[in-house]
T-cell receptor, first 116, second 113 residues
Framework: AQSVTQLGSHVSVSEGALVLLRCNYS??????LFWYVQYPNQGLQLLLK??????LVKGINGFEAEFKKSETSFHLTKPSAHMSDAAEYFC??????????????FGKGTHLIIQP | DGGITQSPKYLFRKEGQNVTLSCEQN?????MYWYRQDPGQGLRLIYY???????QKGDIAEGYSVSREKKESFPLTVTSAQKNPTAFYLC????????????FGQGTRLTVV
């Protein structure tokens, strides 16, 4: 079984400040991990993914995430927030060994608010 | 351009009616999914299909039905048995259910009136 916990349903940062969105996972097998972004009334767009290559993953729009096995974490960061980053962010996990019916498991999401 | 198309974007349903949400993909993906999204609850899996003519229940399948007669199409019917159908519905597809990310449509917002 696998699960994802996103700490903080809402995160507020000032424009230009560091963005940090937290994600912890549990998985019985080495995981693949993803971050998605959702703008209001739209579908989800893939920001970045970890698939057991480099532990620091760079994505679109200046976001990056670091896989830390010892902490079972995959936190999303961006050095300088922009107003256009305001959106809902979802962390997701899938068991890399395959099989079974788990598929992608999503966290409950974190709403990022950018203050001018 | 390849992608996933959901229609309609907004849908209104009277109580007791069945409605069908459309999802079409031209990505040649084998796996397709339906998720329901409610505020503060993330995405919950309704049904998924790994191959044509086969589908499986997800976590909240009660009151919903699907079909997968063609690789590119995975329509979702919200039946009158679904007691609280007002939600945002997302369709997704992926190469398979194991190792790859999912690509999402733009969603359908269903409201019961």
């Amino acid at each position: 079984a696998q699960s994802v916990t996103q700490l903080g349903s809402h995160v507020s940062v000032s424009e230009g400040a560091l963005v940090l969105l937290r994600c912890n996972y549990s998985s019985s097998v080495p995981p693949y991990l993803f971050w998605y972004v959702q703008y209001p009334n739209q579908g989800l767009q893939l920001l970045l993914k970890y698939t057991s290559a480099a532990t620091l993953v760079k994505g679109i729009n200046g976001f990056e995430a670091e896989f830390k096995k010892s902490e079972t974490s995959f936190h999303l960061t961006k050095p300088s927030a922009h107003m256009s980053d305001a959106a809902e962010y979802f962390c997701a996990v899938i068991g890399a060994s395959g099989g079974g019916a788990d598929g992608l498991t999503f966290g409950k999401g974190t709403h990022l608010i950018i203050q001018p | 351009d390849g992608g996933i198309t959901q229609s309609p974007k907004y849908l209104f349903r009277k109580e007791g009616q069945n409605v069908t949400l459309s999802c079409e993909q031209n990505l040649n993906h084998d796996a397709m999914y339906w998720y329901r999204q409610d505020p503060g609850q993330g995405l919950r899996l309704i049904y998924y299909s790994q191959i044509v003519n086969d589908f499986q229940k997800g976590d909240i399948a009660e009151g919903y039905s699907v079909s997968r007669e063609k690789k590119e199409s995975f329509p979702l019917t919200v039946t009158s048995a679904q007691k609280n159908p007002t939600a945002f519905y997302l369709c997704a597809s992926s190469w398979d259910r194991v190792n790859t990310e999912a690509f999402f449509g733009q969603g359908t917002r269903l409201t019961v009136v």
